[in-house]
């Protein structure tokens, strides 16, 4: 079974500056299918990334996913005030099917 | 554009069952899938299971393997998940999620969740 762990578990930062968020799989995710989803409070996740580097319609270009094999990365380029959120990163596979990482909260500093 | 709601808020005790829906608009066919998650108060997603509308086949994780059915009403577009056995620790808001529709995913299932339901909370308490 696919165990993703993400870190760090917060980050704290000012709007304007770069945010880079890391999702580590226990083994390798199938094909790279691995995806990054927004939730703030109170609201569902909303994909930003899928294919470990493809945005998802209406995302803007600020945000960026790298990484193939064990290691992807989020990186949001320059924070803008309704980034500040949990981020949590995905991955498709044979088993499970769908798993997540734990989430990376995303505070104001 | 696609659009999925579901029922509203149900509270259960412990042992008993519940049995959440989730209702697709916006799709030109039956070729896609309809996934269930859950998440529970302030903690993270959690994959349940799967069905496809255009066949019926389904997919569980194996945590809840025996405790959760998924299934498919395609004449009313609607999916359902019942969840049985409740535990206090089943109090969570459950989603449904879909992708795009395409005959391609009908047994693998979409890789990606790009349209969620509103999500519906179920609270298990004695």
């Known amino acids: 079974e696919i165990v993703l762990t993400q870190s760090p578990g917060t980050l704290s930062l000012s709007p304007g500056e770069r945010a880079t968020l890391s999702c580590r799989a226990s083994?390798?995710?199938?094909?790279?299918?691995l995806g990054w989803y927004q939730q703030k409070p109170g609201q569902t996740p909303r994909l930003l990334i899928y294919?470990?580097?493809s945005r998802a319609n209406g995302i803007p270009d600020r945000f960026s996913g790298s990484g193939s094999g064990t290691d992807f990365t989020l990186t949001i380029s320059r924070l803008e005030p309704e980034d500040f959120a949990v981020y949590y990163c995905q991955q498709y596979g044979s088993s499970p099917r769908y798993s997540f990482g734990q989430g990376t909260k995303l505070e104001i500093k | 554009q696609v659009q999925l709601v579901q029922s509203g808020a149900e509270v259960k005790k412990p042992g008993a069952s519940v049995k959440v829906s989730c209702k697709a608009s916006?799709?030109?066919?039956?070729?896609?899938?309809i996934n269930w998650l859950r998440q529970a108060p302030g903690q993270g997603l959690e994959w349940m299971g799967w069905i496809s509308a255009y066949s019926g086949s389904t997919k569980y994780a194996q945590m809840f393997q025996g405790r959760v059915t998924v299934t498919t009403d395609t004449s009313t577009s609607t999916a359902y998940m019942e969840l049985r056995s409740l535990r206090s620790d089943d109090t969570a808001l459950y989603y449904c999620?879909?992708?795009?529709?395409?005959?391609?995913?009908?047994?693998?299932?979409?890789?990606?969740?790009?349209?969620w339901g509103q999500g519906s909370l179920v609270a298990v308490s004695s």
């Open positions: 999620a879909s992708g795009p529709s395409a005959i391609y995913y009908d047994t693998s299932g979409y890789p990606y969740f790009d349209y």
């Open positions: 083994q390798s995710v199938t094909g790279n299918q």
């Open positions: 294919g470990a580097s």
């Open positions: 916006g799709y030109t066919s039956t070729t896609y899938g």
